[in-house]
């Protein structure tokens, strides 16, 4: 029987990347995100279910968990397997002229809304002694810092600070959480930089190239694996040699 994964954020960018592997490799798969796109209306798989959810409404989310929950067993007849945290917003400015409410919306949906997430999720997993597995998707910027992304780097941070110690609260369990860090891709996000400042990145990284959807995706699978099984508690890069 495959397993059940839910990627949250999974309608566009890497978050469809990661869903289109994760059911390539034979994974039902449960996506969460706040729009319905073309590109996930397209998917025609027995192995897929969406939920359209707003990850700035936190007091929803334990009843999302438990929508969730009823998706696995009704339509999918087993235990979660898998949480991959990938929902995020960035917002492109200095601080000392952001408003406050984009500080914490930010903040909501990048820190305080997979927590809440995986709160419930890892505790279905605790319940149901399932040894799953939690993917934490951070950014480079978490740890080397960009102009104009203090906030959005401060959220991907304390998503690592916040991996490490659950690491060590679940394993004993079985239970593995990771971060996979991207370096800069093309997507929607990073498109308000200007393809000046992404030149400049992708002249300055080890591989002259940016990392793909494709390859960050490929990372959250292997991560999924039975071959992965002793990785807990990191931050694996995938740049390009960015931050080489």
């Known amino acids: 029987m495959s397993k059940i994964v839910i990627v949250t954020g999974g309608g566009r960018g890497l978050g469809l990347t990661i869903v289109q592997e994760l059911l390539a490799a034979d994974y039902r798969v449960i996506a969460v995100s706040r729009t319905l796109t073309d590109e996930i209306k397209a998917i025609d798989s027995e192995n897929f279910r969406f939920i359209i959810y707003d990850f700035s409404q936190l007091d929803g989310i334990y009843e999302l968990s438990k929508r969730i929950q009823r998706i696995a067993k009704e339509d ?84 690592e600070g916040f991996t490490r110690s ?4 679940l394993g004993k369990r079985g239970i593995t959480v990771n971060v996979v860090a991207p370096g800069f891709m093309t997507t929607h996000m990073t498109a308000v930089l200007g393809d000046e400042n992404l030149n400049k990145i992708k002249r300055r990284s080890a591989l002259g190239q940016f990392a793909t959807t494709q390859t960050v995706a490929s990372m959250v699978t292997h991560l999924l694996s039975p071959s992965a099984a002793l990785i807990t508690g990191s931050v694996i890069t995938v740049d390009g040699g960015s931050t080489a």
């Open 76 to 159: 999918f007849d087993g235990p979660i397997y898998g949480l991959v945290n990938n929902a995020a917003i960035g917002t492109d400015g200095v601080l000392g002229t952001m408003h406050a409410s984009d500080i914490g919306k930010v903040l909501t949906v990048n820190v305080e809304a997979p927590i809440l997430l995986t709160k419930y999720i890892s505790r279905q997993m605790l319940v149901k002694l399932v040894k799953g597995r939690i993917i934490n998707i951070g950014s480079i910027i978490g740890s080397t810092g960009y102009s104009g992304l203090s906030v959005y780097g401060a959220s991907k941070a304390a998503m």
């Open 166 to 169: 659950l690491a060590r609260e």
